[in-house]
């Protein structure tokens, strides 16, 4: 089946930092990725839409400076954090988009803590 | 604005029994609606897809219904077991083809 990997899974930095996260499809193409981040006991909101080879397309809210995303390949789309706040401890979770367009498949989630 | 509401934020049942979970939307209109599983510190999982012209779909004990006049899809778990206990999210996709995800529901089979 379509797995997503994400690395890394837990990222503890101090404020003022950048971190990036890795989501990378393992087993098919995916053209389209799409991030989330997810607060305790609340629902996933979505940031961004990733595009191989454009620009992210970002939720309104979502500071596109702040969240960098770079989806440079079929299978790969990184977000990055800069610098970074305590109030982005969240818990961060990719999905890709394979040839069947109506399904997306979740990668498990980044848990991200700034200090 | 838009909203995507699922009934309750905790369900309780005993084993055996059938959870009903519900997914009302407002200010969508929606081409299909999925639901997920989502377990602690993980990623959601799909479960199911309905369509628009689709009234009911099911998958071994999932049964999900899809009313789009009430706006509203039921999410039914039949003979319910410990093991699905877990957070259902139920998710919308727009024109703009990204996915919205409903507040979800915590489940609780209790043996």
């Known amino acids: 089946g379509a797995v997503v990997s994400q690395h890394p899974s837990r990222v503890i930095c101090k404020s003022g930092t950048s971190v990036k996260i890795e989501c990378r499809s393992l087993?098919?193409?995916?053209?389209?990725m799409f991030w989330y981040r997810q607060f305790p006991k609340q629902s996933l909101m979505l940031m961004a839409t990733s595009n191989e080879g454009s620009k992210a397309t970002y939720e309104q809210g979502v500071e596109k400076d702040k969240f960098l995303i770079n989806h440079a390949s079929l299978t790969l789309s990184t977000l990055t954090v800069t610098s970074a706040h305590p109030e982005d401890s969240s818990f961060y979770i990719c999905?890709?988009?394979?040839?069947?367009?109506?399904?997306?498949?979740f990668g498990p989630g980044t848990r991200l803590t700034v200090t | 604005s838009q909203k995507i509401e699922q009934n309750s934020e905790a369900l309780n049942i005993q084993e055996g029994k059938t959870a009903t979970l519900t997914c009302n939307y407002t200010n969508y209109s929606p081409a299909y609606l999925q639901w997920y599983r989502q377990d602690p510190g993980r990623g959601p999982v799909f479960l199911l897809l309905i369509r628009e012209n689709e009234k009911e779909k099911r998958k071994e004990r999932l049964k999900v219904t899809f009313d789009t006049t009430l706006k509203q899809s039921l999410f039914h778990i039949t003979a319910s077991q410990p093991a699905d206990s877990a957070t259902y999210l139920c998710?919308?996709?727009?024109?703009?083809?990204?996915?919205?995800f409903g507040t979800g529901t915590s489940l609780t089979v209790i043996p």
């Open positions: 087993d098919f193409q995916a053209t389209t």
């Open positions: 998710a919308l996709r727009n024109t703009g083809n990204q996915f919205y």
């Open positions: 999905s890709a988009r394979g040839q069947n367009f109506y399904e997306q498949y």
